[in-house]
């Protein structure tokens, strides 16, 4: 990686940037530095041994990929906690359309994002806290900026990279410093003016919108018209039941 971040102009002001060469997983290392937080802090890494995913998945994420996680307390109660992967997603978006055709991207519930339907990056969110308010809450982001991941077979969409797929070369550092920016905008959206603008943002980059689509759960797979996200950020598919919410599932079209 190369330059520091922290003095691109679009960094956002008041925002930490930790930058290790190596560490098991930034999520990982957010998990420690937690406790003693004093401000947002962002920990990008060159590379991770023990990264992962969703439900426990691998991430794998070789050298000149992208791995970053934000740490921060943002006040709010576990379920508005939740709704923060949608603000990521819609940063991660317009930070990526800096290097690739934004009409090749894409936004595939829960926290995913898609170039030329492949997935090209992921988000994981975690947060601790026994109150009525998180403790504090971390957005770890994957991206495939130059290479896909190895040995990936069976997964539902399949692994791409930005460059693989005709993006620019992007710097890490770079992409951070437009990630932040983009995030920082959208928590100021959300506090202005609450979820639906984000709502309505993540709605209009969102994969397979109004078409039919399955969701699948470790308990059951319902298939729908994929309608909207609810306020709640619950995927709704329309059924010959009639409407659906669903708050996990994986995505399969």
């Not at 939740?82 to 009409?103: C, H, I, K, Q, Y």
């Not at 319902?222 to 708050?247: K, M, S, W």
Request: aromatic share 8%.
């Amino acid at each position: 990686m190369s330059t520091d971040p922290t003095q691109n102009p679009l960094w956002p002001e008041g925002v930490l940037c930790r930058h290790l060469q190596s560490v098991d997983s930034t999520m990982a290392e957010a998990a420690r530095i937690a406790p003693t937080l004093t401000a947002p802090t962002w920990i990008v890494a060159d590379t991770q041994t023990a990264s992962r995913g969703r439900r426990g998945r691998t991430w794998e994420s070789p050298v000149g990929n992208f791995a970053a996680t934000l740490v921060y307390k943002p006040n709010c109660t576990p379920q508005q906690a939740g709704l923060r992967s949608f603000m990521a997603a819609n940063a991660l978006f317009e930070a990526l359309a800096m290097s690739v055709d934004r009409t090749k991207l894409s936004l595939k519930w829960p926290n995913d994002v898609l170039l030329n339907e492949g997935k090209v990056a992921g988000i994981l969110l975690e947060s601790a806290g026994s109150g009525a308010y998180v403790d504090w809450l971390s957005i770890g982001i994957g991206v495939n900026l130059s290479d896909v991941p190895p040995g990936i077979t069976d997964a539902a969409f399949a692994p791409v990279s930005l460059t693989g797929e005709g993006g620019a070369p992007t710097d890490p550092m770079q992409l951070l410093a437009r990630l932040a920016a983009d995030f920082a905008t959208q928590e100021a959206k959300l506090w202005e003016f609450g979820f639906d603008i984000i709502r309505a943002d993540w709605l209009r980059h969102a994969a397979r919108l109004g078409e039919v689509i399955t969701a699948r759960s470790t308990r059951s797979e319902l298939t729908g018209r994929f309608e909207t996200i609810d306020a709640d950020g619950n995927l709704v598919l329309i059924t010959a039941d009639g409407p659906q919410a669903i708050p996990a599932a994986d995505i399969y079209f």
